[in-house]
């Protein structure tokens, strides 16, 4: 073996068992795998074994040659090859819709349950009368302004609601169960069940009195009546008995209203 080959294998071995410097004057990064240009024969870290990058024996001529497809660099030389096919692909930046990919996270984690087809409502049950007595008890106010709640016993009581009816020339000729839709809501309110017709009557003029002249109507007791409507849509007027009691006339829960005389059911 030559001296030369003697000192290529010297170097190479060198190089690659223990490591070396980069040749390169401005470098001399410690490189275990160091590269050995063919050239010029010195050890250089992969950024600068190409020919390129350092300063080679090889004649500039040879230098000067064209890139190959991919922008990688061919020259013939073996230290160039090894660079070219170990060296890692261009990364590439893909844009992902960062709010797509969310979603499709959040799809994976927390799938969306099956959609339940919804059953139609029932339509609300119809409470019974005992139990509409009780909640109407529980709202129910003194319509007799000189009697309060301690003055009368529970059981002495009438309990029911309590309405004005004023209708006009477009409501007057529809059937009750339309009109009473149109009314506001009676209130609900209790009256000792001893007093008589007549007394009651009058406290109720006298409780509706700004409505009723706010519809120019008299507040005589001549030209109004109570009534309350019984089942069948029958009008049953309770100021025809003006000195019975109240409780032998009208029952609890019931709807009294205060109207005009000449108000009927079409």
Not at 37 to 57: G, R
Not at 129 to 145: I, Y
Request: with cysteine; charged share 25%; proline share 6%.
């Amino acid at each position: 073996m030559t001296d030369q080959n003697q000192q290529e294998t010297s170097t190479e071995d060198d190089a690659f068992n223990s490591g070396t410097h980069c040749a390169r004057a401005d470098c001399h990064t410690l490189d275990f795998l160091p590269l050995v240009c063919p050239h010029c024969h010195l050890a250089f870290c992969s950024s600068h074994a190409h020919v390129f990058y350092h300063e080679c024996s090889l004649p500039e001529v040879l230098r000067t040659v064209p890139l190959k497809e991919g922008g990688s660099i061919s020259t013939g030389d073996p230290v160039c090859e090894l660079i070219n096919n170990h060296k890692p692909p261009a990364t590439r930046t893909i844009k992902e819709d960062r709010n797509a990919k969310a979603k499709e996270i959040l799809a994976a984690r927390f799938p969306v349950a099956a959609t339940k087809e919804r059953k139609p409502t029932r339509p609300a049950k119809e409470l019974s009368p005992a139990l509409k007595l009780m909640m109407l008890k529980r709202q129910a106010v003194s319509g007799d302004p000189h009697k309060k709640d301690s003055a009368v016993s529970p059981l002495c009581r009438w309990y029911g609601r309590l309405g004005c009816v004023m209708p006009t020339s477009e409501s007057q000729n529809l059937p009750w169960d339309e009109q009473r839709a149109l009314l506001k809501d009676p209130k609900a309110i209790w009256f000792d069940k001893n007093t008589v017709v007549g007394k009651i009557f009058d406290i109720v003029i006298t409780s509706f009195r700004t409505e009723l002249l706010s519809h120019s109507h008299s507040c005589s007791t001549s030209d109004l009546q109570l009534f309350t409507i019984r089942s069948g849509n029958i009008l049953q007027v309770i100021t025809d008995q003006c000195s019975a009691t109240w409780g032998d006339v009208v029952e609890d829960g019931e709807e009294v209203w205060i109207s005009g005389r000449n108000f009927t059911l079409s």
